[in-house]
């Protein structure tokens, strides 16, 4: 056959076989067309992994969704939590919400704490790498708890750093902008902008005594708490205030409902507590 | 046709020593793992999944895809970040084989084309596959390789996905989908919808192979489209002298069923030079790209 002699049906073939491959693109990207995981009350999956982050997102596209970036040792995240499961409860599917421990080098940690919350939303853990790459993706600083709202599109509408309460995340949930937003900070965390160390380990320490001189220049003798883990009182307050218990001395520097990583010398603790004062 | 014959064994011998020597993580079959050194950076030239159990090299589709679909890529690209840059080393190192002679790793190294010729000796009527069907492999690449994981971002500030090995890749399926997930028996690999779509596409790609010739390499090979149009600008490419008598022999025995006196500059050519040795006046042969030749098309 001469070429521009006239094309016969089959020659076009090709173009329905290529474009089939476009009928499981477009089932794999279509809002909401698939559930993540229970609606409520029973307790949310503890997933592992960037991947498994990735697909929890990409199940959420086309509702609106939070992301709560958490640690077990932030005290103030632990109080949170709660609030995020409740808002889970109320407005799932339209609303996703989804927690990623990005501060516990240990998996049996948050394994520990979910089994005990039994809270609905689900987890996710990343390892540290896994977390610093998120943490530079999304471009958070090194403070803890941040919550971050996607749109149903998959566009970032507002992200907070610090705990706020509950009303404050329904408000989040229902699309407010970051300005717009109440300003809803959970429990006492004290005054926004004003940084207060929590230094835990004995008192004849050097270690815990070099803490304390780092964060005592830091925040001043009214910005320091020093709790003894071997004094019962000290002791239950720590269990009260939810202060992680680590082997060695530690102190974790917060500002309002926000707090830096637990800090086992004096440099990192200045290190964190900077971070957290211009993330905050 | 002895010395095609001659031909036809040094080059499955070559094809052979290649599949072998890109595949030394034989472990793999056993374990049902996949390997993970550092020689993992380089790809093969050819498609060979990155998840083949014994691969020791990465495939270059399947590193473009990943490339192209990390976050932020195009503002990357323009800000000269570096992970996104690579994507310049890599087209680089996978296009090389094709500026010297076009599709020759097709002939010689691509582990999938010795498959696709090998199931194709298997006694069975045989269907052509109309010319017009080779446009099917740059939209392939275009679409599913380039554009669709650049642009489609269902998962808020993260990558896109590697939409050819996703929905499309056949070699993926049938040479690291299906053993690994035999291997795990679905207690840990997720078995969706989505694999039941690659598997029933690779079972019919893979049937095409005993009725056509290369039909993947024609038709749907995201990299024959590139090493095809880059093979364009190649430094060897093929000639036909005044000699060449129209007798179809060469067409007979081309593995991408192309007659080579009729265009001989095409895109398609694998330039596996069997027709060379078939042609009974020996009007066939390669020359450099300098020397100006008024026969080519």
Same mark, same amino acid.
């Given at each position: ?18 474009? %089939? ?107 540290? !790498? ?18 971050? !709202? ?10 907070? !750093? =610090? ?111 900077? =971070?957290?004062?211009? =993330?905050? | ?60 589709? =399947? ?94 500030? %993260? ?139």
């Amino acid at each position: 056959m001469k070429k521009g002699s006239g094309r016969r049906l089959r020659d076009w073939f090709w173009i329905p076989i290529v474009l %089939a491959f476009l009928v499981p693109v477009v089932l794999v990207v279509a809002p909401g067309h698939r559930e993540t995981a229970s609606s409520s009350g029973e307790a949310g999956p503890l997933l592992e992994g960037r991947g498994a982050l990735d697909s929890l997102l990409q199940a959420s596209s086309g509702r609106r969704l939070l992301v709560n970036l958490w640690a077990t040792w932030c005290t103030p995240c632990i109080g949170e939590l709660p609030h995020l499961s409740q808002v889970r409860d109320s407005l799932y599917p339209s609303v996703e919400v989804v927690a990623v421990s990005v501060g516990d080098p240990d998996v049996e940690a948050v394994r520990r704490f979910h089994d005990e919350a039994g809270l609905s939303l689900p987890m996710v853990w990343l390892d540290a !790498a896994a977390a610093r790459r998120l943490t530079d993706e999304w471009e958070v600083a090194d403070v803890l708890p941040v919550t971050i !709202a996607f749109g149903p599109g998959g566009r970032e509408e507002s992200r907070v !750093a =610090g705990a706020r309460s509950l009303e404050f995340f329904m408000a989040m949930a229902a699309g407010g902008d970051a300005d717009s937003l109440p300003a809803g900070e959970d429990g006492d965390g004290g005054d926004h902008g004003v940084l207060h160390v929590n230094v835990v380990g004995p008192p004849d320490s050097p270690e815990t005594t070099a803490l304390l001189e780092e964060a005592m220049r830091l925040a001043g003798d009214e910005g320091v708490d020093l709790y003894d883990p071997r004094d019962p009182a000290d002791s239950a307050a720590m269990d009260s205030l939810m202060l992680p218990r680590m082997d060695v001395p530690y102190a974790q520097p917060c500002v309002g409902a926000a707090c830096g990583r637990p800090s086992t010398t004096p440099s990192m603790l200045a290190e964190t507590a900077a =971070g957290l004062l211009a =993330g905050s | 046709m002895a010395r095609l014959q001659r031909w036809r064994i040094a080059r499955r011998i070559i094809q052979l020593g290649f599949l072998g020597a890109t595949n030394l993580y034989l472990a793999g079959w056993v374990r049902g793992a996949i390997y993970t050194g550092s020689s993992k950076m380089f790809p093969i030239p050819g498609l060979h999944c990155y998840s083949c159990p014994s691969s020791v090299l990465s495939c270059p589709v =399947g590193s473009i895809q990943s490339i192209v679909s990390s976050p932020g890529f195009l503002g990357g690209l323009s800000s000269g970040r570096a992970d996104a840059l690579a994507l310049i080393g890599l087209l680089g190192l996978v296009l090389l084989p094709a500026f010297v002679a076009g599709r020759i790793a097709c002939a010689y190294v691509c582990p999938f084309g010795l498959i696709q010729d090998l199931m194709y000796r298997i006694p069975a009527p045989r269907l052509r596959v109309p010319a017009s069907w080779r446009a099917g492999k740059y939209v392939m690449l275009v679409l599913f390789v380039l554009l669709l994981p650049m642009v489609l971002r269902p998962v808020p500030l %993260a990558g896109g996905d590697p939409w050819f090995c996703k929905v499309v890749c056949p070699a993926g399926t049938s040479l690291a989908g299906w053993p690994l997930a035999l291997h795990d028996g679905g207690e840990t690999l997720q078995l969706g919808w989505l694999f039941g779509w690659k598997s029933a596409v690779a079972a019919l790609v893979l049937a095409w192979f005993v009725f056509s010739k290369r039909p993947f390499c024609r038709v749907l090979c995201p990299l024959g489209a590139l090493w095809g149009a880059a093979g364009k600008a190649s430094l060897v490419r093929m000639r036909v002298s005044e000699d060449c008598i129209d007798c179809g022999l060469c067409r007979d025995v081309c593995p991408v069923d192309i007659q080579i006196n009729l265009e001989p500059a095409s895109a398609e050519c694998i330039r596996c030079g069997e027709c060379i040795r078939a042609c009974p006046v020996d009007a066939i042969s390669h020359r450099p790209a300098w020397r100006k030749d008024h026969e080519e098309g």
